[in-house]
Structure formats: structure tokens, C-alpha cells
């Protein structure tokens, strides 16, 4: 039985089905273990809608597209959200202090061993706590995730992590500075304006590969994924924290460092893992940010997305919190010891192939 769009057996073929099933209850059993643990910490479960106005207002997130025909025929733009992140924070604006969420979430442009169309992110907030402890959230996790599996190790792509050590915390200026020799930080004002050809300077002095049109943005992440992600979450967990300002729309200042904000990764054997703030609730700050993200989107892809209005006007309510997102079926592949993302979803989404 053939998938005659992809040349290759379907997922649904018996034997493939199968190969793939140990993974995919082995993902039945992490998520029922995270459930019950969101419960003993007092969370409530919460459940928000894949059609929204806005999808989301970074640059290099791409959405799909769809629109709501009304009965007089009138049709309404919409867009399948790439995270739960509006829902959930309008929720905290109605008063939950601590909400979970399991969302099918959806990126366009992406699909590979590590990415696909639509897959599940765990989100979770909470209320008056500082971004600090979503990190012991995470490795309290990630460690369940690995005792639910079975497993004392996780590996990928030839690198190992003990799920159970304590991770190692590591700011993004150092892990440029270890791993590229780069000083960030002499690159970004008090204000958190970025120059670019301070960056491109140490880049050329470095002999990392740039393009004459490459903007600050474009440097950072040529750095991040060329000299500093292969090298985190070897041996243990690695939670790279502290990034640019500019790197972080939807977070806020440290109170230490303007230049930098609450935002930290989590990796484990190269793989990013869950991606975290300590939450910006400056409604007008929050508008220059999603704007300059889409001035840029509009500069490299030529389109653009809608602002959620109605999530802006939340932040005008929503409490001080801290929320972090997860993605659930990358886990459960270091857990469960699966080499790509579809072996863990129980019904992949078609290949398709654009000429």
C-alpha cells in the first residue's frame, strides 16, 4: 500500500502502523503523567480555539490561511494560530491564575525530522511567579516524560543528555562568547537598538559566513544555529536565557540589563525543546513590537498579518505572569527514542510536493 502523493509506504500501512505504535503510546502515557501532574500543581485545563484573528505577529512564523463566509456571503479572513499564546493570556486577563493547554497548533513552510504542519505545544502559565520557575517546571517534565518512557537517557543525531541532571543555565551573551567568540552585548544599546555592523564586524573576525544584505536579526540567528544550538543539551538539559530584547517580542525587560529580556530555551541534545517568557504586559509596547515584527515580515516575504486588537486590549487587564511553551511531540521523540517527528503523531499530515 502506497501513498502515491509520496512514493512511500502511508503511515497507515499495518506493518509501518505497527513500527510506529510503541511510540505513540508511550505519547498517550507522557501526556495522561503531565495531565495528572498539571492537576497536583492546582492547574486548571483549558481548551482555545484554532481559528483566530491574528496567528501571531512574529516575522518568520507563517500561517495558514483560511476565511468565515457569513449567511449573507460575506467572507472574514482567519488564520489556523501557530501557538495558544493570545487565548491563554486573554484568559489570564479574565482572572485564572494558573492555566495548562494541550494545542494543535499549525506552521506553514515547515516540515522535516523535527517539524510538521500541525503539532501539539503544551502551554502554561502562571499568574504572579517569576519566569524562574517554568524553568523547574520544565525539568520536573522533562524528567517525568523520561520516567513515563522508561528511559535514563535521552539521545539524537549522535548526542546524549541525562533527563534527570540538573540543567545547566547558560545566557545567550555567553554561549556567544564560549561558542562563537562574540561579545553580544557590545553590540546592543541601553535602549535595546541593535548594530548590525558591530555583529557583522566580530562575524568577519570570526570567519562566519554573512550576506551583504544580512540584517542584525539575520546574524544572531546564522550564530545561534551555526556556532551555539549544537553544542546545548549535551550531557544535560541546557536552558539558554537572558536574550536580546529584540529577540524577545513578547517578553520583558530584565530589570538588570535593558538590553536583554526574561526569555529562556530549553534544549536537550541539540534539540529546542520549550521557549519561555516572563511576560510583557505593556499593551503599547507591545503594539511598536508587533509592528516592527511585521515591517519585517512585509520586507522579506512580501505579506503581512493582521494585529489581534482584542488581545491588545486584554493586556490592559492581564496581571503580571510568566508562560512558557513546550513542544509536546519532540519530547515524547527523546523519551520514547523515536528519529522523527510522525512517528509520534497518530495520523501525520499528508506529504505533499509543490512543483
Not at 56 to 70: D, K, V, W
Not at 116 to 137: K, Q
Request: aromatic content about 8%.
Amino acid at each position: 500500500m502506497i501513498d502515491r502523493r509520496t512514493a512511500s509506504p502511508a503511515w497507515w500501512t499495518p506493518s509501518i502502523h505497527s513500527d510506529r505504535r510503541p511510540f505513540l503510546l508511550g505519547r498517550n502515557r507522557i501526556q495522561a503523567a503531565f495531565r495528572a501532574r498539571f492537576a497536583a500543581w492546582d492547574f486548571i485545563e483549558v481548551d482555545t480555539a484554532t481559528l483566530q484573528i491574528s496567528p501571531g505577529n512574529e516575522a518568520h512564523l507563517h500561517a495558514f490561511a483560511t476565511a468565515a463566509i457569513g449567511h449573507d456571503g460575506t467572507s472574514v479572513p482567519l488564520y489556523l494560530h501557530t501557538s495558544p499564546e493570545f487565548a491563554c493570556k486573554k484568559l489570564l486577563a479574565a482572572g485564572e491564575p494558573r492555566i495548562a493547554c494541550f494545542a494543535h497548533v499549525y506552521r506553514n513552510r515547515e516540515r522535516g525530522p523535527l517539524h510538521h504542519p500541525e503539532f501539539t505545544m503544551l502551554e502554561w502559565y502562571r499568574v504572579g511567579e517569576g519566569y524562574e520557575r517554568l524553568m523547574e517546571d520544565c525539568a520536573a517534565l522533562v524528567a517525568l516524560a523520561a520516567e513515563t518512557a522508561e528511559t535514563r537517557r535521552f539521545s539524537h543525531a549522535g548526542k546524549t543528555a541525562d533527563p534527570f541532571a540538573e540543567p545547566e543555565r547558560l545566557s545567550v551573551a555567553d554561549a556567544f562568547l564560549r561558542h562563537a567568540g562574540i561579545d553580544l552585548l557590545a553590540t546592543i544599546s541601553d535602549s535595546g537598538a541593535t548594530d548590525r555592523d558591530a555583529l557583522a564586524e566580530q562575524l568577519i573576525a570570526n570567519h562566519i559566513r554573512m550576506a551583504a544584505d544580512d540584517t542584525w536579526a539575520d546574524l544572531f540567528s546564522r550564530v545561534i544555529v551555526e556556532k551555539v544550538e549544537p553544542h546545548l543539551g549535551q550531557g544535560r538539559l541546557t536552558i539558554l536565557d537572558r536574550y536580546p530584547v529584540a529577540e524577545a517580542a513578547l517578553a520583558r525587560p530584565c530589570a538588570d540589563d535593558p538590553r536583554v529580556a526574561e526569555r529562556f530555551e530549553v534544549y536537550a541534545c541539540g534539540v529546542e525543546l520549550a521557549n519561555a517568557f516572563g511576560e510583557l504586559t505593556d499593551a503599547a509596547e507591545q503594539r511598536r513590537r508587533f509592528e516592527a515584527e511585521m515591517a519585517e515580515k512585509t520586507r522579506v516575504y512580501g505579506e503581512t498579518y493582521p494585529l489581534d486588537e482584542d488581545f491588545l486590549s486584554a493586556m490592559e487587564l492581564m496581571p503580571e505572569a510568566s508562560g512558557i511553551a513546550l513542544g509536546f511531540d519532540r519530547l515524547v521523540m527523546l523519551a520514547t527514542g523515536a528519529l522523527r517527528i510522525d512517528q509520534v503523531i497518530w495520523a501525520p499530515v499528508a506529504e505533499t510536493h509543490l512543483g
